[in-house]
């Protein structure tokens, strides 16, 4: 029996399904399937059998290896949240139109110990394809990106997701941000960033944790709750497994933070047992509309970031002088257009890097490494320092890091110098990226 296409046959389904209990036939003619009950909140109480998915009540009390893991997967579900983006994309797979599913996160993401193809983010996008594409309509985007948190991925979303035309995103920094007001404010700019696309993608939030226990989850999840997001949190599931002493971390991680090959199945696998959900849910929203007002900040949503690639054509943002760093396409990955400070400069003076913009904040990101030859820069704003910025740092490994310039309480004019500091001048300085937004109020 050929994947049954829901989204194609979704409002039959809806017309089908009464919301108390009774028997109904499935709308796409298969016998074996039936819907028992809806539950209040739209979830369908029932057992649903065909030779692809499986959707079961939760058991009181799992006996056997097998009702224990499901209901491992079952706690991995924590909202449908408004799907009426999500159903959308679906039908819009189902018709064969182009659809894109991108995921952007940290090291997970990017398949640390599971690999390209072994990762989480490939296995549940040949699932979602399979399960509502119609051949090769449905395109993968994968800008996980190792060691960098929600603050970095607010201000390459634009260009490492949207603009490839996103439908379906997925979210997952759960283990790499902090969980103060900066990592909130920065969570909830890119959720409301990839929200306010053109396009109109659907949102998922994705929860992981590390062995420590840690993770960003309970802002993340009021965010989520704010905005009424699909969630799914590995934390949720997995925790009772250790508790209980089911699961042993060595059974989802060769180290304290990434899921190996086995753990990246077990994280597709609740991905899946969402959309299973989502194929027989009653409940369909009419509509979706952004929240105007914030809940912990917007400060940096639809933030511009700029590379050497940059024409000088932004009438808000302008760079009068690159003094003595030079065009460099070294950089690290998904950073490769920069600019380096040229150490062995006989230009005279100190050579700043200068820019003009029109923003409320301004974030400059950089290379950093535990390694001497990493130097320092100076920052100017408007002629006066501002901070110094040192890239020699003891948990740098190479890796892009983001620095906060500026913010502020709506937008500003300046000037801003990135000058080596002094006896830094032969040491190593690389500007990955310059990100701007214009903001008028956070809230």
Same mark, same amino acid.
């Given at each position: ?9 979704? !409002? ?31 979830? +369908?109480?029932t057992?649903?059998?065909d030779e ?6 939760k $058991?009181?009390?799992?006996?056997t290896?097998?009702?224990?893991? #499901?209901a491992?997967?079952? &706690? ?17 797979m189902?018709?064969? #139109? ?7 996160g ?5 398949g640390?110990n599971?690999?390209?193809d072994?990762?989480?983010a ?8 399979? &399960?509502?594409?119609t ?7 994968n800008?996980?990106l190792?060691g ?21 995103v997925?979210?997952?920094?759960? +283990? ?7 990592h909130k404010?920065?969570?909830e700019?890119?959720? &409301? ?10 949102v998922?939030l ?7 226990g840690?993770t960003?989850?309970?802002?993340m999840?009021?965010?989520?709750e ?12 997995? @925790? ?6 089911? !699961? ?5 991680s ?11 199945k ?11 959900q ?5 409940? +369909? ?7 105007p ?9 639809n933030? +511009?970031?700029i ?6 054509t932004?009438?808000?943002f302008?760079?009068?002088?690159i003094?003595?760093?030079y ?5 690290t990955?998904?950073? $490769?257009?920069?600019w ?11 050579g700043?890097?200068?820019? $003009? ?5 301004v974030?400059l990101?950089?290379?950093r ?15 006066? @320092? ?5 890239a020699?740092?003891k948990?740098g ?5 983001t620095a906060?310039?500026i ?12 000058? !080596? ?11 990955l ?11």
């Amino acid at each position: 029996m050929k994947t049954r296409k829901i989204a194609a046959v979704l !409002m039959t389904f809806i017309m089908a399904v009464s919301l108390t209990a009774c028997d109904t036939a499935d709308p796409a003619g298969n016998d074996e399937t039936k819907a028992l009950e809806t539950t209040n909140d739209g979830i +369908v109480n029932t057992i649903v059998k065909d030779e692809n998915a499986v959707l079961k009540t939760k $058991k009181e009390a799992p006996e056997t290896p097998e009702e224990f893991h #499901e209901a491992m997967v079952i &706690r991995s579900f924590v909202q449908f949240g408004n799907t009426h983006r999500l159903n959308k994309k679906a039908m819009q797979m189902a018709n064969g #139109e182009k659809t894109t599913i991108a995921y952007i996160g940290g090291s997970i993401t990017e398949g640390m110990n599971a690999g390209a193809d072994g990762c989480y983010a490939k296995l549940s996008y040949e699932m979602i394809s399979e &399960r509502y594409g119609t051949g090769d309509n449905v395109e993968y985007v994968n800008a996980g990106l190792s060691g960098t948190p929600s603050v970095l991925g607010t201000l390459r979303v634009g260009r490492d997701v949207l603009d490839y035309n996103a439908d379906i995103v997925f979210i997952e920094f759960a +283990v790499n941000d902090a969980t103060d007001d900066f990592h909130k404010e920065a969570y909830e700019s890119l959720v &409301r960033t990839i929200l306010a696309d053109d396009n109109e993608p659907a949102v998922i939030l994705l929860f992981t944790v590390l062995e420590t226990g840690y993770t960003a989850q309970d802002h993340m999840k009021e965010i989520g709750e704010y905005y009424e997001l699909p969630m799914i949190s590995v934390a949720d599931a997995l @925790k009772p497994e250790f508790d209980e002493g089911r !699961m042993v971390w060595a059974d989802y991680s060769d180290d304290g933070s990434h899921p190996h090959v086995e753990g990246h199945k077990l994280v597709a696998e609740f991905i899946e047992n969402y959309f299973i959900q989502l194929d027989y849910r009653s409940m +369909v929203e009419s509509d979706y509309t952004l929240k105007p007002a914030a809940k912990f900040g917007r400060a940096y949503e639809n933030s +511009v970031m700029i590379d050497n690639n940059y024409n000088n054509t932004d009438p808000d943002f302008n760079i009068s002088d690159i003094g003595r760093f030079y065009n460099n396409a070294g950089g690290t990955r998904l950073f $490769k257009s920069g600019w380096g400070n040229s150490q062995s400069y006989d230009g005279g003076g100190t050579g700043g890097f200068k820019f $003009k913009v029109k923003a409320n904040a301004v974030s400059l990101i950089y290379k950093r490494n535990n390694n001497e030859s990493m130097g320092k820069a100076d920052i100017y704003l408007d002629g006066e @320092k501002l901070t110094t910025i040192n890239a020699n740092d003891k948990d740098g490994w190479g890796d892009p890091f983001t620095a906060r310039l500026i913010k502020w309480q709506g937008v500003k004019e300046m000037e801003i110098e990135i000058r !080596m500091a002094e006896g830094f001048e032969d040491k190593a300085f690389e500007i990955l990226g310059i990100a701007y937004s214009q903001n008028e109020t956070f809230m």
